[in-house]
Every structure is written in structure tokens, then in C-alpha cells.
């Protein structure tokens, strides 16, 4: 099917492992975004990607890794996880200004 | 630097007719944009308005915006218990690399 989706949709992980949320789009559009949601603070830009090979950081990018070797895929590791990253995780992608919003990762860290 | 500020809560009855205000500090935006959330789903896109536009009209939204006055707002006329959400009023930065979202707007209806 057509559009953007996340997986997994929910997660639960430890403190200090690595974790990799990923993000697919189909309709080839160049830029993409990793927010993260949080109540109290909405939604906060974490990293984001004009093409493949092009990132750079949003409001909130410590503790994050981005890579984008293929235009459809824009995953989000978190290197070593820490409790202040539970969070709701929303992926988007966008031909130019308007942005698509995929379901959204449910992340626990214990 | 860029902030987009909505009241929190806002409380209708069935059949009556909502207003979210947005206020936003500076935008480049071509667009400005309402999403709706509904719980636990993603943002949908819900309706956005040309930056040139006083007003857009789509069936039961209608968007106003007073570039004068940085505000935006979304009016839903005969709300029902189905548009219980929260919206998310949305703008680009000035640097128009990306997004910037107000807190969100949760809307009640009761019946």
C-alpha cells in the first residue's frame, strides 16, 4: 500500500541498548523527519532529510543517529537509550512543504 | 526564535461550533496547516491555507488567516463527538527547513 509507515508501532527497551526505529515511505518524496511527542512539549523536530545522503539536526538531536542511504527509508537509532527518551516517535515525508505523518512508535525505556 | 502558541483545552457541545486560535511569532510558510490527532494515531493533515488567503472554506472547516496579526484559526461548524481530537496548528520555521507545531489544541465534545 501507498504511504509512510514505522515499525515497530511499539517497543520497550533497557537502559544502555541500542534501538532502531524505522521509517518507509512510497511515494518517493525528498524530505523526510523524525519527531518525537511528549506531553507538555508537542511535537519536537529530532533530525530531518532533504535526499538520500542529506541530513541534518533538529531541536532535539542528542542521543540520536540518523542515516539515509535510500530515499524511501529514514531510520532513527537511539545509540545508547535513556529513560528521558520514552516517548511517542512520529515519522514524515514531504514533496516540498506538506508533510505526511506515518502511525507513530510507542518507545519504553526501563 | 519561532514559537507557535494554541490554548490547551477547549470544551464544546454536540451541534455547536468550535474555534482553535493559533498564534505564531514569524514563518516563511507558503502554507499554514492544521493536523489533527486522534488518540493514539498519527498527525492527519486536516485542511492548510495558502499564505496570500484571509480565509479558506472546506465543508465544515473553515481557516482564517490575519498575517497582520501572526494568527490563524480553524473553525469547525456543527461539531460532532467524532472530531474529539487534538489539532495541531503548524507552521515553517524562518529558515524554511522544517515544521514547527503549536502544543496542540484537545477539543471535547459532549453530547
Known amino acids: 500500500d501507498a504511504g509512510i509507515t514505522q515499525s515497530p508501532r511499539y517497543k520497550i527497551t533497557e537502559t544502555g541498548r541500542q534501538v532502531t526505529l524505522m521509517c518507509h515511505q512510497t511515494?518517493?518524496?525528498?524530505?523526510m523527519f523524525w519527531y518525537r511527542q511528549d506531553l507538555g512539549h508537542g511535537l519536537r523536530l529530532i533530525y530531518y532529510?532533504?535526499?538520500?545522503?542529506?541530513?541534518d539536526k533538529g531541536e532535539v538531536p542528542d542521543g540520536y543517529v540518523v542515516s539515509r542511504s535510500k530515499t524511501e527509508n529514514f531510520p532513527l537509532t537511539l545509540e545508547s537509550a535513556t529513560r528521558s527518551q520514552t516517548s511517542v516517535y512520529f515519522c514524515?515525508?514531504?514533496?516540498?512543504?506538506?508533510?505526511?505523518f506515518g502511525p507513530g512508535t510507542r518507545l519504553l525505556v526501563l | 526564535g519561532e514559537d507557535v502558541e494554541q490554548s490547551l483545552f477547549l470544551s464544546v457541545r454536540e451541534g455547536d461550533s468550535s474555534v482553535i486560535n493559533c498564534t505564531y511569532t514569524d514563518s516563511s510558510s507558503t502554507y499554514l496547516y492544521w493536523y489533527k490527532q486522534e488518540p493514539g494515531a498519527g498527525l492527519q493533515l486536516l485542511t492548510y491555507i495558502f499564505s496570500n488567503m484571509d480565509m479558506k472554506q472546506d465543508q465544515r472547516l473553515t481557516v482564517l488567516l490575519n498575517k497582520k496579526d501572526k494568527h490563524l484559526s480553524l473553525r469547525i461548524a456543527d461539531t460532532q463527538t467524532g472530531d474529539s481530537a487534538i489539532y495541531f496548528c503548524a507552521v515553517f520555521n524562518q529558515a524554511g527547513t522544517a515544521l514547527i507545531f503549536g502544543k496542540g489544541t484537545t477539543l471535547s465534545v459532549s453530547s
Open positions: 514524515a515525508s514531504s514533496p516540498w512543504e506538506t508533510q505526511y
Open positions: 532529510s532533504a535526499a538520500a545522503d542529506i541530513t
Open positions: 511515494w518517493s518524496h525528498s524530505y
